[in-house]
């Protein structure tokens, strides 16, 4: 439809992988070298400057396969939950997905006895297929970043820092997937289209006390009924500091925008003195 056609090419705009005469860019022509969504491109290539690639590698594998977490068998869902527990990241689910295929890798590579790794999989109610997938797509990701010459970091999971690198990573590319929760129950209001979702069941905050109030997620589904899936919280500071300019002026009024509004009118001054200093 012409509708999702001019809509594909304002979010390749505003991902800044198309120059004024609607080619790709400099920067696009590197991205379409990754078989990824563009969003999913941009924010890989952002954590060349983060020096959090290793760590985006992972997360852009886990998010291209199919979702690990399998539907649990009735009567043992407060189990399966139990065990994915173990993986949860208080970061949010970008970051818990890097738990669960370390542990994978880590079951791969000491097996004590053949067929370990599906009972492992098996014990946790996660798919071996998704995370073998995973491990596929990512090796594949590292051959294409050597490739064109990319610098691929050392892990650091863990460390603030690091943890702060995969957050501005994730929004470089992903400042279009932000949501508020506008009542303090996990009603997600969405700031580009103002449809309201839910956290989706496999997500890490699902059912717990503490819900995030502003979120970048990963997708929205209606099949899944209006649900946000591989959801991380994120401060309005960050989400100001990095959101270009005139997206953001394109948005559609709401509440949550003027929140936004105040924020980069407050950063505004400091980051003026920033340009001087520079």
Same mark, same amino acid.
């Given at each position: 439809?012409?509708?999702?056609?001019?809509? #594909?090419?304002?979010?390749?705009?505003?991902?800044?992988?198309?120059?004024?005469?609607?080619?790709?860019?400099?920067?696009?022509? !590197?991205?379409?070298?990754?078989?990824?969504?563009?969003?999913?491109?941009?924010?890989?290539?952002?954590?060349?400057?983060?020096?959090?690639?290793?760590?985006?590698?992972?997360?852009?594998?886990?998010?291209? #396969?199919?979702?690990?977490?399998?539907?649990?068998?009735?009567?043992?869902?407060?189990?399966?939950?139990?065990?994915?527990?173990?993986?949860?990241?208080?970061?949010?689910?970008?970051?818990?997905?890097?738990?669960?295929?370390?542990?994978? $890798? #880590?079951?791969? #590579?000491?097996? =004590?006895?053949?067929?370990?790794?599906? $009972?492992?999989?098996?014990?946790?109610?996660? /798919?071996?297929?998704?995370?073998?997938?995973?491990? &596929?797509?990512?090796?594949? &990701?590292?051959? !294409?970043?050597?490739?064109?010459?990319?610098?691929?970091?050392?892990?650091?999971?863990? /460390?603030?820092?690091?943890?702060?690198?995969?957050? $501005?990573?994730?929004?470089?590319? @992903?400042?279009? *997937?932000?949501?508020?929760?506008?009542?303090?129950?996990?009603? @997600?209001?969405?700031?580009? *289209? $103002? +449809?309201?979702?839910?956290?989706?069941?496999?997500?890490? @905050?699902?059912? =717990?006390?503490?819900?995030?109030?502003?979120?970048?997620? *990963?997708?929205? /589904?209606?099949?899944?009924?209006?649900?946000?899936?591989?959801?991380?919280?994120?401060?309005?500071?960050?989400?100001?500091?990095?959101?270009? +300019? @005139?997206?953001?002026?394109?948005?559609?009024?709401?509440?949550?925008?003027?929140?936004?509004?105040?924020?980069?009118? *407050?950063?505004?001054?400091?980051?003026?003195?920033?340009?001087?200093?520079?």
């Amino acid at each position: 439809a012409p509708e999702c056609l001019m809509q #594909a090419l304002e979010d390749l705009d505003y991902l800044a992988a198309l120059d004024n005469d609607g080619n790709l860019s400099e920067f696009g022509i !590197i991205m379409s070298e990754f078989p990824l969504d563009p969003q999913l491109s941009k924010s890989l290539l952002a954590s060349c400057e983060f020096e959090c690639v290793d760590e985006m590698l992972t997360i852009a594998a886990m998010v291209t #396969a199919p979702s690990c977490f399998l539907h649990a068998p009735p009567g043992t869902e407060e189990i399966a939950r139990t065990r994915w527990g173990r993986f949860s990241h208080p970061a949010g689910d970008h970051f818990t997905l890097i738990n669960v295929f370390n542990a994978f $890798k #880590a079951a791969t #590579a000491n097996p =004590t006895h053949p067929g370990n790794t599906e $009972k492992w999989c098996r014990d946790y109610f996660l /798919s071996c297929s998704a995370l073998s997938m995973a491990g &596929l797509i990512r090796a594949e &990701l590292v051959e !294409i970043m050597k490739r064109i010459e990319l610098p691929i970091s050392e892990p650091d999971f863990g /460390s603030e820092e690091n943890l702060l690198g995969i957050k $501005k990573a994730l929004l470089s590319g @992903y400042f279009m *997937h932000i949501a508020r929760d506008v009542d303090g129950s996990g009603n @997600y209001l969405m700031l580009t *289209h $103002k +449809q309201v979702a839910q956290l989706h069941p496999f997500s890490s @905050y699902y059912n =717990t006390r503490r819900i995030p109030e502003w979120v970048l997620f *990963h997708e929205f /589904s209606i099949s899944d009924g209006n649900s946000i899936r591989v959801v991380s919280e994120i401060s309005p500071h960050l989400f100001a500091e990095l959101v270009p +300019q @005139y997206y953001f002026s394109n948005l559609p009024p709401s509440e949550s925008k003027d929140i936004l509004q105040e924020v980069i009118n *407050h950063l505004a001054p400091v980051s003026a003195t920033k340009e001087e200093q520079k």
